[in-house]
């Protein structure tokens, strides 16, 4: 915990003594009542001139420091980074995350290995030259390497001599707060791709974990098979989509890390473990649960072995409806549809209502939203011309030739960015935003990781929850009666919030569900969830449903307007985290919070199960990664008032 001391000055009575003992101290003092005259004045010393001239030339040397590193920061665009972008330069490599955070590695700290024994290699050398540099630095000076891993230890901080040494594991790099990233040493297993059994019988397959979620989907249907789940993005590697508990758009469907069955992973201390759902050892089983979810912390995973579902197509209904009527229409939504998302437009009366269920396998692939792209953007291209005459420099002049070629979400980035936090001006756009939704009302029948994926083009920072979204009881028959949404009231108070605190919110807070998940780190845990998740493709709503809230803000460039965006989602994030968490159970999601610590990202946890698990996880990567060669610059804290911040692990530890 950081303490910060405050120096408070008061002017009552208690402090005049201070004072007059401190002016009698001085020899040459005299009351200003005095009829004699004051001493001379001596002309300053060398000494005195010398200290004079240093500050001086420090204090320029400090404001053209920093005015040299705001112009350069000004002048960074970010709008082409996409998920973990590559330079192989020609002494080091170049890392960009999902929303522009990046790291620079010398070749040799960034591996790729093509095979199992490869992988097992580097991860076996790195722990044994960990394990050796923590040796002589003990025999060297043992007293001293005694004492401060005491005092880490003690005060939950990271121990340098234990924290040298990396081989970070990774995946795409879709996590927003560059949970993946180590400028140490970082492994990715990309070249690790392949699938190694289908068991039609049993609809499991086994892969090696660096396959991306598209290179999986396309290769099953081949099987007749697909993955139970989509999380948007199909870059997304296999092996850092469970371990960040990423999770899809179904009430009934569990986050994906629920699906695995069993893992192959390679620790640093233990070497390769090979565990499974039915472990009958309760002590294999817990490690298993957390294994398979760990952030990277406990091992590589190598393989995975998942429950899949039939092959099938979805359709897919977008419409846009008013927000007084969603909470009449919320409940048959929820019962009858296998997928469900809203997407709230801030500071409009309006919420998209994007629904998906299955459709017979000989339905024709179609859509019934028009093709006319230039009719749908015609409110955005009208808006950028009206400001554009309103102020001349807030946006480029470009013909309406070239501006055609423009897409929309560039031309809605542009507009945000002339003022993309005054809550009047981001209103404007999110009204065009909602007329262009209307004009994508429809129906459309397509394959189903091509319906619940999307293509984020332009980088974004998020927050994002997840809470219990339902309250009820089951029936006579067995089935789920729900008594209260609680999704919806968070929803409602959150908007009423950001309206009452000014902030200016971009379109894009998304809500979803899933089922509860038996993963102790997945802020969707339920110790109470002992079912196998569903793989069913009819929609049947079952207690333990939890709403994830995905708060975000577009980030097309840097500066100071970057600054003021990330600032007021930060401003936003603390104060669900006061006013929200406790009233409504809120756990934050591991890959999607935008705070930074002074190692990295800090995760705040607040709800009880969040804090055992993340005390457990410490307690399992003290055995299996004690020298934390696979840590990252990543914090943990625990608290009861977000004033109160207590750090119980870090990056670290």
């Given at each position: 915990?950081?303490?910060?001391?405050?120096?408070?000055?008061?002017?009552?009575?208690?402090?005049?003594?201070?004072?007059?003992?401190?002016?009698l101290l001085r020899p040459n003092f005299r009351p200003f009542s005095s009829a004699k005259a004051r001493p001379t004045p001596q002309p300053p010393t060398k000494k005195e001139y010398s200290f004079g001239f240093m500050m001086v030339v420090g204090s320029l040397t400090l404001t053209a420091t920093i005015g040299i590193y705001s112009y350069i920061v000004s002048k960074i665009d970010v709008s082409q980074y996409k998920p973990l972008t590559r330079k192989f330069k020609q002494d080091h490599v170049e890392l960009r995350s999902w929303s522009g955070q990046e790291v620079y590695l010398e070749n040799e700290s960034f591996y790729t290995p093509s095979t199992f024994e490869?992988?097992?290699?580097?991860?076996?050398?790195?722990?044994?030259?960990?394990?050796?540099?923590?040796?002589?630095?003990?025999?060297k000076k043992e007293k001293e390497v005694v004492f401060w891993t005491k005092f880490w230890e003690f005060f939950g901080w990271r121990d340098p001599l234990k924290d040298k040494v990396k081989i970070r594991p990774m995946g795409s790099g879709i996590s927003v707060n560059g949970l993946?990233?180590?400028?140490?040493?970082?492994?990715?297993?990309?070249?690790?791709?392949?699938?190694?059994?289908?068991?039609?019988?049993?609809?499991?397959?086994?892969?090696?974990?660096?396959?991306?979620?598209?290179?999986?989907?396309?290769?099953?249907?081949?099987?007749?098979?697909?993955?139970?789940?989509?999380?948007?993005?199909?870059?997304?590697?296999?092996?850092?989509?469970?371990?960040t508990h990423s999770h899809g758009t179904g009430a009934t469907r569990a986050?994906?890390?629920?699906?695995i069955t069993a893992i192959k992973i390679v620790t640093p201390a233990l070497g390769i473990l090979e565990l499974s759902s039915d472990e009958t050892d309760p002590t294999l089983q817990e490690l298993f649960k957390y294994a398979r979810s760990g952030l990277g912390r406990l091992g590589i995973i190598a393989e995975v072995e998942m429950k899949c579902v039939d092959a099938h197509k979805l359709k897919e209904e977008i419409m846009v409806v008013e927000k007084d009527k969603i909470r009449e229409m919320h409940p048959k939504l929820m019962n009858e549809n296998l997928h469900l998302k809203y997407i709230w437009i801030p500071h409009t009366p309006s919420i998209v209502v994007i629904k998906s269920n299955p459709v017979p396998l000989d339905t024709p692939i179609y859509t019934s939203v028009s093709d006319d792209e230039?009719?749908?953007?015609?409110?955005?291209?009208?808006?950028?011309?009206k400001l554009q005459e309103v102020d001349f420099n807030a946006l480029p002049r470009i013909s309406r030739e070239?501006?055609?070629?423009?897409?929309?979400?560039?031309?809605?980035?542009r507009l945000y960015m002339i003022d993309p936090t005054n809550k009047e001006h981001v209103k404007l756009i999110n009204e065009v935003s909602e007329t262009y939704w209307k004009s994508r009302q429809g129906v459309r029948v397509d394959w189903s990781e091509k319906v619940l994926s999307r293509v984020v083009e332009n980088p974004y920072e998020k927050f994002e929850v997840a809470f219990p979204a339902t309250s009820g009881k089951t029936g006579m028959l067995g089935k789920y009666q729900v008594d209260k949404y609680h999704d919806?009231?968070?929803?409602?108070?959150?908007?009423?919030?950001?309206?009452?605190?000014?902030?200016?919110?971009?379109?894009?807070i998304e809500q979803t569900w899933s089922a509860a998940s038996s993963s102790p780190l997945s802020p969707a845990f339920d110790a109470t969830e002992a079912a196998a998740p569903s793989t069913s493709l009819k929609p049947v709503l079952k207690p333990n449903v939890y709403s994830w809230v995905g708060v975000g803000m577009y980030l097309p460039n840097m500066g100071e307007k970057l600054k003021k965006i990330k600032t007021q989602l930060?401003?936003?994030?603390?104060?669900?985290i006061t006013e929200f968490w406790d009233k409504y159970g809120c756990m934050e999601h591991w890959s999607t919070n935008c705070a930074k610590s002074m190692y990295g990202a800090k995760m705040v946890v607040k709800a009880e199960k969040g804090r055992k698990a993340i005390k457990r996880l410490h307690e399992l990567r003290e055995i299996l990664d004690p020298y934390n060669i696979l840590g990252s610059e990543f914090e943990f804290a625990s608290t009861d008032h977000p004033d109160n911040l207590k750090t119980i692990f870090g990056d670290d530890s």
């Open positions: 915990m950081q303490r910060t001391t405050t120096f408070i000055f008061r002017s009552n009575h208690a402090s005049f003594p201070l004072i007059r003992s401190h002016i490869e992988l097992e290699q580097l991860v076996l050398s790195k722990h044994k030259q960990a394990e050796r540099e923590f040796a002589e630095e003990l025999k993946s990233l180590e400028q140490d040493g970082m492994v990715n297993l990309t070249n690790m791709n392949k699938i190694l059994n289908v068991d039609t019988k049993n609809k499991t397959v086994r892969v090696q974990a660096g396959i991306t979620v598209a290179k999986l989907a396309k290769d099953l249907k081949r099987f007749g098979l697909t993955i139970p789940n989509i999380a948007t993005v199909l870059d997304q590697q296999i092996g850092g989509l469970i371990q986050p994906l890390d629920d699906y230039d009719e749908r953007k015609k409110p955005l291209y009208d808006l950028y011309y070239t501006i055609a070629k423009i897409s929309a979400k560039d031309i809605r980035d919806l009231d968070f929803m409602f108070e959150f908007l009423q919030r950001v309206e009452e605190n000014g902030y200016g919110v971009h379109d894009c930060h401003e936003m994030r603390n104060m669900t």
